[in-house]
């Protein structure tokens, strides 16, 4: 559904009466600022050519984590447009480690704010889209001769720390 019809669909969704469908996003007016931290890992498998070509800055779109570390601080800084009941949060921070072990890229990223809710959610949203842009970035290195990907796999994707100061 694109366009008009996404629109439209969505509204409909959005202002039921029905309460199994609600879309009222959480009230959190009567919270307080607090610092909020949300650590968030996964990791992508690839193959050990393809890691290769990776550090040796082979690969034809360019240089994959740069890429991959600005496609997840963007894809942090939107969470809250493309998960709906998320809040727009004033982030303070957001951070991304790379670490290449054998066959794999473990992508950690780190996200901190004062706000009323927790930013486990963006923390996730950029780790997945910092392994989905690597993916991407590598793709043609990673299909067989049958244009699939046996060895290439997202995993281990999970919240490894959340920090919620105490209220003040």
């Known amino acids: 559904m ?3 019809n996404h629109c439209v669909f969505l509204a409909k969704l959005i202002n039921t009466e029905n309460d199994t469908h609600r879309m009222d996003m959480v009230d959190i ?11 968030a890992r996964g990791t992508i498998v690839l193959k050990s050519t393809t890691i290769d070509a990776i550090k040796n800055g082979e690969i034809r779109k360019g240089d994959v984590l740069t890429t991959a570390r600005v496609a997840g601080l ?3 800084k939107d969470t809250h447009r493309i998960i709906p009941h998320c809040h727009p949060i004033p982030l303070e921070s957001v951070s991304f480690e790379f670490n290449i072990h054998g066959n794999r890229i473990d992508v950690e990223c780190e996200v901190k704010a004062h706000y009323k809710t927790g930013v486990e959610m963006e923390a996730l949203v950029g780790v997945n889209v910092a392994l989905l842009t690597i993916w991407d970035m590598v793709k043609y290195l990673e299909k067989d001769e049958n244009g ?10 999970e ?9 003040k």
């Not at 007016?29 to 650590?39: A, E, N, T, V, Y």
């Not at 699939?148 to 994707?157: A, L, R």
């Not at 919240?159 to 209220?167: C, N, P, R, S």
Request: avoid cysteine; aromatic fraction near 2%; proline fraction near 3%.
């Open 74 to 76: 963007l894809a942090v």
């Open 2 to 4: 694109r366009g008009k």
């Open 148 to 157: 699939q990907y046996p060895m290439t796999q997202i995993k281990d994707i």
């Open 159 to 167: 919240v490894v720390e959340k920090i919620k100061e105490a209220g």
């Open 29 to 39: 007016s009567s919270k307080s600022s607090i610092l909020r931290i949300s650590r």
